[in-house]
T-cell receptor, first 110, second 115 residues
Framework: SQQGEEDPQALSIQEGENATMNCSYKTSINNLQWYRQNSGRGLVHLILIRSNEREKHSGRLRVTLDTSKKSSSLLITASRAADTASYFC??????????FGAGTTVTVRA | NAGVTQTPKFQVLKTGQSMTLQCAQDMNHNSMYWYRQDPGMGLRLIYYSASEGTTDKGEVPNGYNVSRLNKREFSLRLESAAPSQTSVYFCATGGRGRNYEVEQYFGPGTRLTVT
């Protein structure tokens, strides 16, 4: 079953602005992952945050995790046109099976 | 390194026809996966293979069969295609890691239309 749910479904921002999207999940996790999908392409892994971590950075990406609220957020700072994509959170629900949310579609306007 | 490759890229089938989607990886990963992606639904797992010689059902296995031919190749077969199987299909492999810290690597997808 799909355990992750992203919010909002879609986001439109100006180049240079920050984009924030959220993910809520249902059961306890070992870690949570974020992926990006450019139009017509496969998903690309962005970042993994463990359940004992509260915040993690990778370049212009900042991910937070609140296990008490079963939620995570992904912040993209100083957005660029190349950040236009769909973003998905994913968690393991059984062995090596990942469950993906429906995604947030981000459009960065020039 | 090609990573994860899928063939074909596009396919149109008539209802009742059969076809096999091919996936190959050169990443030496043990686990491989087949997903389908439909608008507004995210990715749903069809089948997965934890290692060569083993396969297991995911969320939506009905109407599909799989074959893990060897460590590199994992194929997905539609025996009798239905319009509900119109979707984009992605193959993925799972990297090495401990405690489920396994990121997945995706192929470019196969866009399938069943009329």
């Amino acid at each position: 079953s799909q355990q992750g749910e992203e919010d909002p479904q879609a986001l439109s921002i100006q180049e240079g602005e920050n984009a924030t999207m959220n993910c809520s999940y249902k059961t306890s996790i070992n870690n949570l992952q974020w992926y990006r999908q450019n139009s017509g392409r496969g998903l690309v892994h962005l970042i993994l945050i463990r359940s004992n971590e509260r915040e993690k950075h990778s370049g212009r990406l900042r991910v937070t995790l609140d296990t008490s609220k079963k939620s995570s957020s992904l912040l993209i700072t100083a957005s660029r046109a190349a950040d236009t994509a769909s973003y998905f959170c994913a968690t393991f629900y059984n062995d090596y099976k990942l469950s993906f949310g429906a995604g947030t579609t981000v459009t960065v306007r020039a | 390194n090609a990573g994860v490759t899928q063939t074909p890229k596009f396919q149109v089938l008539k209802t009742g026809q059969s076809m096999t989607l091919q996936c190959a990886q050169d990443m030496n990963h043990n686990s491989m996966y087949w997903y389908r992606q439909d608008p507004g639904m995210g990715l749903r797992l069809i089948y997965y293979s934890a290692s060569e010689g083993t396969t297991d059902k995911g969320e939506v296995p009905n109407g599909y069969n799989v074959s893990r031919l060897n460590k590199r190749e994992f194929s997905l077969r539609l025996e009798s295609a239905a319009p509900s199987q119109t979707s984009v299909y992605f193959c993925a492999t799972g990297g090495r890691g401990r405690n489920y810290e396994v990121e997945q690597y995706f192929g470019p997808g196969t866009r399938l239309t069943v009329t």
